[in-house]
């Protein structure tokens, strides 16, 4: 099985476009995701200038993405 992509928040997932403005940056080192745990990363929420979507702005490598979906998803 090959490994997951890894996640780029300077790529949009929607459109592609790489412009994109930071809303949002708490540098605390916790952070709660969609389900609602706590986890040891920082806040940081950035918005396409293209499409308007908002999304995580931390970069996430492949085996981050693997363990954090795999397990907890």
């Known amino acids: 099985m ?3 992509p890894s996640y780029d928040p300077d790529v949009c997932d929607l459109c592609g476009e790489t412009v994109h ?3 949002l940056c708490i540098a605390l080192s916790r952070g709660m995701t969609s389900d609602s745990r706590i986890v040891p990363r920082d806040l940081r929420k950035v918005v396409c200038e ?3 979507l908002t999304r995580d702005g931390l970069r ?10 795999g397990n907890s998803y």
């Open 2 to 4: 090959s490994a997951p």
């Open 21 to 23: 403005d930071v809303v």
């Open 50 to 52: 293209s499409c308007g």
């Open 60 to 69: 996430c490598e492949s085996q981050q993405l693997q363990t954090h979906y």
